[in-house]
């Protein structure tokens, strides 16, 4: 059983830096895709971010290109999403996913595993 468990959420000013970690159990998830998808309240979950399994690809989502940054440490079994310059707007509860899907999957359908989640709030 695979377990995806993400952490580094909190309250933070408009501005500051978050860095969140999703850390895999069960077996190792190198060989997959990983990504980030967020959800604010009332609002559907959305993908923010996606890195293939050697970390040579990555994809971001329009609202936090040159802000995001993806990454992954196949040692330690973890993905990372590092956030700056956070804005109100990323204000929502942060997921990890895996997918076994082929090129960059951005859907939800197309993502078996997911974390429990952590919030991220950003005060103006």
């Known amino acids: 059983q695979v377990q995806l468990v993400e952490s580094g959420g909190g309250l933070v000013q408009a501005g500051d830096s978050l860095r969140l970690s999703c850390a895999g159990s069960?077996?190792?998830?190198?060989?997959?895709?990983m990504g980030w998808f967020r959800q604010a309240p009332g609002k559907e979950r959305e993908f923010v971010a996606g890195?293939?399994?050697?970390?040579?690809?990555?994809h971001y989502q329009d609202p936090v290109k040159g802000r995001f940054a993806i990454s992954r440490d196949h040692a330690k079994n973890t993905v990372y999403l590092q956030m700056n310059s956070l804005k109100a707007e990323d204000t929502a509860v942060y997921y990890c996913?895996?997918?076994?899907?082929?090129?960059?999957?951005?859907?939800?359908?197309?993502?078996?595993?997911w974390g429990q989640g952590t919030q991220v709030t950003v005060s103006s």
């Open positions: 069960g077996r190792t998830f190198s060989s997959y895709f």
């Open positions: 890195i293939n399994w050697s970390g040579g690809t990555t």
């Open positions: 996913a895996e997918s076994r899907f082929i090129g960059i999957p951005t859907t939800t359908r197309e993502y078996e595993y």
